[in-house]
T-cell receptor, first 114, second 116 residues
Framework: GAVVSQHPSWVICKSGTSVKIECRSL??????MFWYRQFPKQSLMLMAT?????????EQGVEKDKFLINHASLTLSTLTVTSAHPEDSSFYIC??????????FGSGTRLTVV | AQTVTQSQPEMSVQEAETVTLSCTYD???????LFWYKQPPSRQMILVIR??????QNATENRFSVNFQKAAKSFSLKISDSQLGDTAMYFC?????????????FGKGITLSVRP
């Protein structure tokens, strides 16, 4: 089946630094990828939708300059958390639309900002 | 806008027994998909079952089946012969068919514990 590889699975960074999270679709072309944030025991909160070759669409309340999304190819989308602060610590998950009605999720990245 | 409601935060079931997880949704759309996703402690999101709204027949995947009531906007998940590996958070989700970037709208989720 379709696989989305997400890296790193966990990362610890110092406050003020930037962190990049990658999601790759391994066996299909993902024209659309979705980025979510999830707090413990809570639901997935959609942050942004990225389309290959165009600017991402951010959900209301999500800072575009803090969460930079790049979808430069049909198989790779990246989320960069810029100038990270402790409140950015969370679990980040990507999801790629394989085809209509089919979504495949990455394994998630646990970000801890110290 | 679409909303998905999962009103039960937690449930517990004895191994080998049957449990039903509830989900209701609100939409003005006529064509859409509904999903149940499982998130075990590993936090990997796993598709459990999918239902197309235009299909009257309830979807079934092995021990998992749904009761889809379109008029009532209800979409419950039944897990038969519960297994310890079913312990996870379960999310109900909605996706409308119209629009180029149809996104998933998730419910708050329910934590299911299967007791040995």
């Amino acid at each position: 089946g379709a696989v989305v590889s997400q890296h790193p699975s966990w990362v610890i960074c110092k406050s003020g630094t930037s962190v990049k999270i990658e999601c790759r679709s391994l066996d299909f072309q993902a024209t659309t990828m979705f980025w979510y944030r999830q707090f413990p025991k809570q639901s997935l909160m959609l942050m942004a939708t990225s389309n290959e070759g165009s600017k991402a669409t951010y959900e209301q309340g999500v800072e575009k300059d803090k969460f930079l999304i790049n979808h430069a190819s049909l198989t790779l989308s990246t989320l960069t958390v810029t100038s990270a602060h402790p409140e950015d610590s969370s679990f980040y998950i990507c999801s790629a639309r394989e085809r209509r009605g089919r979504y495949t999720f990455g394994s998630g990245t646990r970000l801890t900002v110290v | 806008a679409q909303t998905v409601t999962q009103s039960q935060p937690e449930m517990s079931v004895q191994e080998a027994e049957t449990v039903t997880l509830s989900c209701t949704y609100d939409t003005s759309e006529n064509n859409y998909y509904l999903f149940w996703y499982k998130q075990p402690p590993s936090r990997q999101m796993i598709l459990v079952i999918r239902q197309e709204a235009y299909k009257q027949q309830n979807a079934t995947e092995n021990r998992f089946s749904v009761n889809f009531q379109k008029a009532a906007k209800s979409f419950s998940l039944k897990i038969s012969d519960s297994q310890l590996g079913d312990t996870a958070m379960y999310f109900c989700a909605f996706m409308k068919l119209t629009g180029a970037n149809s996104k998933l709208t998730f419910g708050k989720g329910i934590t299911l514990s299967v007791r040995p």
